[in-house]
């Protein structure tokens, strides 16, 4: 069986691939400052921020002639304004609901988030922590699930909302499985009919806080703990407290899959690539949009900052963990710094460059390619950073 599953992977996989070559896409392209909205997203031209327009055309003819597959929208924020925005045709889904067809992506389309989901949903947890609904995240969560004491034994009863958010909770869980693969943990969780009843079933395998282990199982529970601290769902807590502030109005957060009245914490959020730029310049701005501060400077550092290690091919390379965003070293030969990010399966990212004031968004129909990462790194190394005209004393 699992076999077969693989192979269908690899069909599903293959196709996009053979689809996206079957439809063409003129490489004609020159740079156009981006349309100045009411979205509250101020813009500004590339050449007014220190960056050359060039190497920016040059990779967006890269991405046209699919030399980086099936990107689907780039953004590039500097200094607080949108200096670059660019829309792509490409296959794609919806989380869901399966294959969407070869889609004319532009600037008023949703797209789906995937685990960038995750990042929204921690930024959920700092507001209510900020507001006084959750005391602490270093709280063990058992006091949010006591409907569910059976399954807590004394260790796991010294799992913490920071456990959570650092994905260290030591429950045993699997996500390294391909997705299309039923033993994956976050596909059994999605089918399950109490998806806290599925997490918090698991074996302890390491003590809490010691051990990294990817889990949308930990985004899951903090959905529920905010509903439980709050008295709303996650995506109404998120409407009324993040979305409204930063202006977002057009977006959809999906339920899990069977208990449709809990929201898909860790990958049912869908939203235009622009409303991802926002969400980006709020933590860029250390949790402050306009006059408001949504978020507080303390928890922005923390959620952008390694809190554990993640494993490393290299003893060399740190790459670390915060509050449900990843963080990896960017090294050159003269030019050493980290860049947090929020990253979901497909190629959606926010990376956050913060010693040179740049956000970046991507977005992308990569779901069944796992390379899309290393694409989409090799393309910020060879053409974004060398774009930027500060950086040129160092690259020579």
Known sequence: MKAIVRILSFVLASFVLISCHRHYRSTAYSYVTPKQLSDGLPVDAMYN???????????????????????????ILRHGKLIYENYFAGEDEVV????????????????????????????????????????????????????????FDASKRKITIRNLLT???????????????????E??????????QFILSRK?????????????????????????????????FARKYLFAPLGIKKYTWEPML?????TAAAWGLRLRSRDLAKFGLLYMNDGKWGNTQVLDTDWVKQSLSAQVLRPSESPKIVRGYGFQFWTDPLTLPRYKTDFPFA???????????????????????????????????????????????EMQPYLK
Not at 120 to 148: M, R, W
Not at 216 to 236: M, N, P, V, Y
């Open 49 to 75: 921020n220190g960056m050359d327009t060039g190497k920016i055309v040059a990779l967006t003819k890269l991405i046209l002639n699919n030399t980086y597959p099936n990107i689907h929208s780039m953004l």
């Open 96 to 151: 869901g609901k399966g294959y969407a067809g070869y889609v004319n992506h532009t600037i008023d389309d949703l797209h789906d988030c995937r685990s960038v989901s995750k990042s929204f949903t921690s930024a959920c947890i700092g507001i209510a922590l900020k507001q006084g609904f959750i005391k602490s995240i270093d709280e063990p969560i058992f006091s949010y699930f006591k409907e569910y004491a059976k399954y």
């Open 167 to 185: 994905m260290t909770s030591g429950l045993k869980w699997d996500e390294n499985t391909p997705y299309l693969d039923p033993k994956n943990s």
């Open 187 to 196: 596909i059994q969780m999605d089918g399950s009919n109490d998806p806290v």
């Open 204 to 236: 302890l395998t390491s003590v809490p806080g010691t051990t990294w282990n990817y889990s949308g199982g930990s985004a899951t529970l903090l959905g529920e703990i905010l509903r439980k601290a709050t008295g709303e769902r996650l995506d109404q």
């Open 258 to 262: 069977k208990d449709k009245d809990m």
């Open 343 to 389: 990253m979901g399966r497909g190629g959606q990212l926010i990376i956050f460059w913060r010693s040179m004031d740049i956000v970046l968004v991507f977005t992308g129909g990569n779901y069944n390619r796992n390379i899309t990462g290393s694409d989409i790194y090799t393309a910020f190394t060879h053409y974004i950073v060398p774009s930027v005209k």
